[in-house]
């Protein structure tokens, strides 16, 4: 009984996982729209910019959403929060070079390229959030 306990409360938690991550894309392209509105003339360091900025608020948004809705870590994780940081910069580079890497055959769109990246990596980075950023003190 309790192996199922387990396994419902692990599906529940990457449900709310899934939902965190969705809602923080929403900040990101939100954010990342808006400056686009905004300045309707950019160049593109202005998009990197546009895009650096957008990344970082949704990051801090969904490091906020995993630490009290999805891990409910309520104590101060000052560590954890740097691990985060790394983890979601090294995330973000894999990101940027797997994509690349498909672009380079030309089969599919960039959009496309990047969903399919972004979607496998999802499972992955659950896994070290959980194990190395949210670890629950006993």
Not at 37 to 48: C, R
Not at 66 to 91: D, M
């Amino acid at each position: 009984m309790t192996k199922v306990i387990n396994h419902i409360y692990l599906y529940i938690e990457l449900f709310k996982y899934g939902i965190s991550s969705l809602l923080s894309s929403f900040v990101d392209v939100g954010i990342f729209a808006l400056f686009l509105v905004i300045f309707t003339k950019s160049s593109a360091f202005e998009i990197f910019i546009y895009t650096f900025i957008a990344r970082v608020i949704s990051g801090i948004f969904n490091y906020y959403l995993n630490k009290k809705f999805v891990f409910q870590i309520k104590e101060k994780n000052k560590s954890g929060a740097l691990k985060f940081c790394l983890i979601f910069f090294l995330r973000t580079v894999a990101s940027w070079f797997f994509v690349e890497l498909i672009l380079k055959f030309k089969i599919i769109p960039a959009a496309f390229a990047k969903m399919i990246v972004d979607t496998s990596m999802f499972q992955f980075n659950y896994i070290f959030q959980k194990k190395l950023v949210f670890q629950k003190k006993n």
